[in-house]
């Protein structure tokens, strides 16, 4: 195998979306072949399955089942992809050695990796499957906790102004007793980035449990979340620098929150007219 620099140009933002959200549904040499896809990126289009295979350390068919895993016909549609869209150009550092451009680089680049990601997971489809388990519902709950919390109130005010019944409890326990108490019909909203938090789980199953829907937003296709999910959206980055995946995933879970309630908008007509002109009057009466 050709010996390359330990520097490789990224996968364009959209395919590396599409594969680090089926990260979760791989093990062992399946995931360590997609490691490997994501960490060679641009680089791939140079490699052959057997150099793949060797650097994940397993057999070329192993490399060939984990591209049909992640939605590929096999290596070579993975390579067609991955050759088709050259990514743009990083934005240069004009310091290395600077801690706070660092930041500010590393930041911008997780936060555009996160919303150019967003067509390759989450379709219109997936939009008007949500928005018609909203509209239908005759009460919706809201959960959500840590970064995610943002978002469950951002949706909260938004659904309310779009003249939903929505009851967003601030801690988990009482989300819990919501969810259980949910009638047949009702939706359960979970926020959540890994799709793994405990408290979100819980409340989502108790929901479920109840008879009620469970929509999901989140940054993976698979997980305990969304495995008693309704409908699930997925919408986020995974990015493995410590602290930018929960910003980047808050900045595309606030985008899809907008695609919502822009579809749902749409769904509910004059019902939803008439309520927005009631929350902007409110809202005239704190504009001093």
């Known amino acids: 195998m050709e010996e390359r620099s330990e520097f490789f140009t990224p996968l364009e933002s959209r395919l ?30 140079h490699l052959s399955v057997s150099d793949v295979a060797t ?10 089942r984990a591209c049909q895993r992640l939605g590929f016909r096999g ?28 930041a500010l680089t590393d930041t911008l680049r997780a936060a555009r990796e996160a919303l150019d990601g967003i067509t390759a997971t989450l379709g219109p489809d997936d939009l008007r499957a949500a928005a ?16 995610s919390g943002a978002v469950v109130l951002d949706l909260a005010y938004r659904l309310r102004a779009l003249g939903l019944p ?16 949910l009638p047949p019909g009702a939706v359960c909203l979970a926020v959540s980035h890994s799709g ?30 969304t495995e008693t999910s309704t ?3 997925v919408a986020g980055g995974q990015d493995l620098v410590f602290g930018l995946e929960t910003t ?8 899809a929150v907008d695609a919502l309630t822009q579809t749902l908008l749409a769904l509910r007509g004059p019902r939803a007219e008439q309520s927005l002109r009631l929350a902007a009057d409110v809202c005239a009466d704190y504009v001093y």
């Open 248 to 255: 980047a995933s808050r900045l595309a879970h606030l985008t």
């Open 55 to 64: 650097l994940a350390g397993t057999a070329p068919s192993s490399v060939v």
């Open 231 to 233: 409908c699930v959206l």
């Open 196 to 225: 793994a938090t405990r408290s979100v789980v819980d409340t989502a199953r108790a929901a479920r449990a109840a008879g009620a829907e469970v929509l999901t937003l989140t940054s993976y296709a698979r997980s305990p979340l």
């Open 132 to 147: 018609d388990l909203l509209n239908d519902a005759p009460r919706v709950l809201l959960v959500g906790t840590g970064l």
């Open 75 to 102: 290596f070579q549609e993975l390579k067609i992809a991955a050759a088709r869209h050259a990514p743009a150009a990083p934005a240069p550092v004009t310091d290395t050695d600077d801690p706070a451009a660092r």
């Open 166 to 181: 929505v009851d967003a409890p601030a801690d988990s326990m009482t989300a819990q007793l919501v969810a259980a108490g």
């Open 16 to 45: 590396a979306a599409q594969i680090r959200a089926r990260l979760g549904e791989l093990r062992g040499t399946e995931a360590r072949v997609a490691q490997v896809v994501l960490d060679r990126g641009g680089d791939l289009v």
